[in-house]
């Protein structure tokens, strides 16, 4: 599906972004490991999150849907209880890395995975490799990548230290240890994002953090309570970055997740020059929250500049990372991104779509092994650029359109349904 965003005027309006897509899965998950019904609210209704509560009905979950948009009921069958069954993650990253980790400690039961195209591409070894270190069995095509199945087995606590810093990897280990006898100890390079840390406590689990080690221990049952999910940062940050490129926009994001391990972009945001204000949650290391900090948020345009984002950032930032370059073709001077060679293996490589496609808008932006450098020359011409069936890529060419001369066409919109739905309609009702 083509569709054309010609160059907009000013954004104005208060809108809340969907629901928040990594809350929502893991929402999905710990719902059916818990031992009582979990009632949700604000839950993403998108193609991921769909693949989620598919996946854990298959597993024997109760999902009850209705009432309100984002409301519903899961009854899980409880921690030790999943019934075998085959998997479609469709296009869902986190669904393929965490579910398994559940799995996996069931001794009996077998659970054998598959995805679409894109999902085929993208490695489990990141997660099958602490997973067998702690006595799971999985049988990948290759040895790493989907389909596979994961044969249920006794768990043992491990200690592992991420080769890179993924919150997939980290919770997938987190979530296995709940299973396994004695203590799981995950150990970060760098903070990521901490939804599974914070549900987990929430849930009852003994859970510490201190130093990048977070360490779980084996569980009867999990009492999760009700859930409310919030905005997806993530989904904003198209809507922000939009206002923050055309001049004399002003909009509202409302109830948003302000956690400060999924805020990263709104920072590198502000040090550019976008105006933002509202009460994001501050960086805060040691003792783990049971609540996810909501805000609201009130962002303008303004004069930017070239920034540099590092390693140590980059999580904090990761799907954000294709608006940083952006933004840096409308800022003043260079903008670089480092140690971010994570993008390559996203939903496509989005070192290579993001500079391909924003080459071909006019931007004079150049790959590296691990991020990119963009130097902003005060605009974007517009053109054609391609989703590759990729979400945030579409979404990108949206934004870009409105604040190009030109306009700019997107082959390939209805990728965004992946994480956002209505983000035409919504980008449509702040330039009307
Ligand atoms: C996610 C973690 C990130 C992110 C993805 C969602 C999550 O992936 O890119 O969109 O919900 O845990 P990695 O943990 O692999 O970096």
Not at 34 to 48: E, K, N, Q
Not at 103 to 114: E, K, M, N, S
Not at 159 to 177: D, F, I, N
């Amino acid at each position: 599906m083509k569709r054309f965003f010609a160059p907009s005027g000013p954004l104005r309006g208060t809108l809340r972004a969907p629901g928040d897509k990594s809350l929502s899965h893991r929402a999905a998950l710990l719902g059916a490991m818990s031992a009582d019904p979990v009632r949700v609210t604000g839950y993403l209704d998108a193609a991921d999150t769909r693949s989620s509560l598919n996946a854990v009905r298959a597993c024997g979950a109760l999902v009850e849907e209705g009432g309100e948009p984002g409301s519903l009921t899961i009854r899980g069958p409880g921690l030790r209880n999943a019934i075998p069954a085959d998997i479609d993650v469709g296009n869902a990253g986190t669904l393929m890395r965490l579910l398994p980790a559940w799995l996996a400690g069931q001794p009996g039961g077998a659970w054998t995975f598959d995805g679409d195209e894109s999902i085929r591409r993208r490695p489990v070894d990141r997660v099958a490799a602490p997973l067998r270190a702690m006595g799971a069995r999985i049988d990948a095509r290759e040895d790493r990548f989907a389909p596979f199945t994961v044969h249920g087995g006794p768990l043992r606590g491990t200690e592992y230290e991420l080769p890179v810093a993924s919150a997939q990897v980290k919770s997938c280990v987190l979530l296995a240890g709940l299973l396994a006898e004695g203590t799981t100890t995950v150990v970060e390079p760098e903070p990521s994002r901490d939804h599974t840390e914070r549900l987990l406590a929430r849930a009852g689990v003994q859970i510490s953090r201190a130093g990048g080690r977070i360490s779980v221990t084996c569980q009867d049952e999990l009492e999760l309570g009700a859930l409310h999910v919030p905005g997806d940062p993530s989904s904003a940050a198209f809507h922000i970055a939009a206002a923050v490129l055309v001049r004399g926009s002003r909009i509202v994001i409302a109830d948003m997740n302000a956690n400060w391990t999924r805020t990263g972009f709104i920072r590198i945001a502000e040090r550019m020059g976008a105006v933002v204000i509202g009460d994001l949650e501050p960086v805060r290391m040691g003792e783990i929250p049971t609540e996810e900090p909501v805000c609201e948020l009130d962002v303008a345009a303004g004069p930017l500049v070239g920034t540099v984002v590092e390693a140590g950032e980059v999580p904090l930032a990761i799907d954000e990372l294709p608006l940083v370059a952006l933004l840096g073709c409308f800022a003043e001077g260079e903008t670089v991104v480092r140690g971010a060679a994570e993008l390559r293996v996203k939903e496509t490589d989005r070192i290579a779509t993001v500079v391909d496609g924003l080459r071909g808008l006019g931007a004079d932006i150049e790959a590296t092994p691990d991020g990119f450098v963009v130097r902003g020359d005060g605009g974007l011409r517009g053109g054609t650029i391609a989703s590759h069936g990729d979400h945030r890529l579409a979404m990108l060419g949206a934004v870009a359109g409105l604040a190009s001369r030109e306009g700019v066409e997107v082959d390939g919109m209805e990728a965004a349904d992946v994480s956002y739905p209505g983000f035409e309609r919504d980008l449509a009702t702040l330039t009307a």
